[in-house]
């Protein structure tokens, strides 16, 4: 269970959003809508204990998530609008560990050998999705995932999302083109 | 402590794949060691007496080449943040970043310090001298560099700014490593210039990965 007391953001001198409170249960989705810099990165940069956080508690099962940053690292998988794809080490080795788990889920087994130079956008894009299903983080935090994917990587995508989400996993995206995800809360940043 | 070597082993990796760039600072060494000679002139009495400083200088330049690309790379592309994420305290990540850029660059410049040794004259007796203190030197250049390199991420120019911050760091090295090879030179005991390199090294293993960690955590933010 996620818990967010009161927090807010503030980019220069500016408050860009709060204060927000919302709390994301087991097996629970939120989707983040709101215009161009309203942020949503930003949300979920500090969710992922990235970001600055001006104010306000994160919890996480009814601890400070935040206190200790390295071990909610561990707790999260983030994909945001980079990649973080590395063009000199093959599809397999990017993954690292699990990875052929995450490769058959977006359907790049074929490709597990290539190095990701002779990847589209589309593909290197996948490759960040495939990270998710390595992961056993309960905590999803996506930025504009489907952004460059096919109609049946979205498909896939989806499979992977309600799979997260029957072990129990929750997921917050941010994006503005429709997710694969049902049932899913919609939190609005002005 | 497995997540530790997973990123020292990918580094290592991406070097390996990327050898032109893992070169290009032993080839940078080699080269303006051998520019010494054409500028001073080959006497090599004179060589024999400068050998230990051009060394040391030439392996301080030549380790702070690969260090803007050291985080810089991950910052761009994004691996900095899964890096952050992956369970690690920030300081651990520096360490082990550190560490691979003494697998690519300090210990390779520790070997071919032999053959540049040899084609300056140094005298045979120094070389284990000189090379006892740059294994220490150029393990603190990493230390200093990876410090420098995570301070200066996300900076507009940061190559520019980067040698500014970690020349001044690494005098103090400079310094203790030429001062036991000409003690040695002199007969003297080159002892108490290599504990204090020793003992810097001590102090930095710990406290520059803090520093970096401290400068990585504010660059993602």
């Known amino acids: 269970m996620l818990e967010v007391h009161k927090i807010a953001a503030i980019r220069g001198e500016q408050q860009i959003f709060g204060p927000l409170s919302f709390a994301v249960p087991k097996s629970g989705a939120v989707l983040l809508v709101g215009p161009n810099g309203s942020g949503k990165s930003t949300l979920l940069r500090i969710l992922a204990g990235l970001g600055r956080i001006a104010e306000g508690v994160v919890n996480w099962d009814g601890q400070n998530a935040l206190a200790d940053r390295a071990s909610h690292g561990a707790r999260v998988c983030y994909v945001g609008h980079l990649d973080a794809v590395k063009p000199a080490l093959t599809a397999r080795e990017n993954l690292g560990d699990g990875a052929d788990v995450g490769l058959a889920a977006m359907a790049l087994s074929h490709l597990a050998d290539q190095p990701a130079r002779f990847f589209s956008a589309g593909q290197k894009r996948r490759l960040a999705l495939a990270r998710l299903a390595c992961s056993v983080a309960p905590i999803w935090l996506l930025d504009e995932p489907t952004l460059g994917l096919d109609v049946a990587s979205v498909a896939r995508f989806g499979d992977m999302l309600a799979t997260h989400r029957a072990t129990g996993g929750i997921v917050l995206a941010a994006t503005h083109l429709p997710l694969p995800l049902p049932d899913a809360v919609e939190l609005r940043l002005a | ?221």
């Open chain 2, 1 to 221: 402590m497995n997540i530790f070597w997973s990123i020292v082993a990918r580094d290592l990796r991406l070097s390996l794949r990327h050898g032109a760039d893992t070169l290009a600072s032993l080839l940078f060494f080699v080269i303006t060691s051998a520019l010494f000679p054409l500028a001073i002139g080959p006497a090599p009495e004179t060589l024999a007496r400068l050998a230990p400083g051009i060394i040391w200088v030439c392996a301080l330049l030549a380790a702070l080449l690969p260090l803007d690309r050291l985080f810089g790379a991950d910052y761009e592309d994004g691996t900095l943040d899964l890096l952050l994420l992956s369970g690690l305290p920030a300081a651990l990540v520096a360490l082990a970043k550190a560490l691979s850029h003494w697998l690519v660059t300090g210990l390779p410049l520790l070997l071919v310090a032999i053959p540049v040794a040899m084609m300056l004259n140094l005298d045979p007796e120094l070389l284990p001298v000189l090379l006892a203190g740059l294994l220490p030197g150029t393990a603190l250049l990493s230390l200093f560099g990876a410090t420098g390199a995570a301070l200066v991420l996300g900076a507009r120019r940061g190559g520019v700014l980067l040698p500014l911050l970690v020349l001044p760091l690494a005098a103090p090295v400079l310094i203790f490593g030429v001062a036991a090879a000409d003690a040695a030179a002199g007969a003297q005991a080159s002892a108490a210039p290599l504990l204090f390199l020793a003992a810097l090294l001590a102090a930095c293993i710990p406290l520059c990965p803090l520093a970096a960690g401290a400068a990585l955590r504010s660059a993602a933010e």
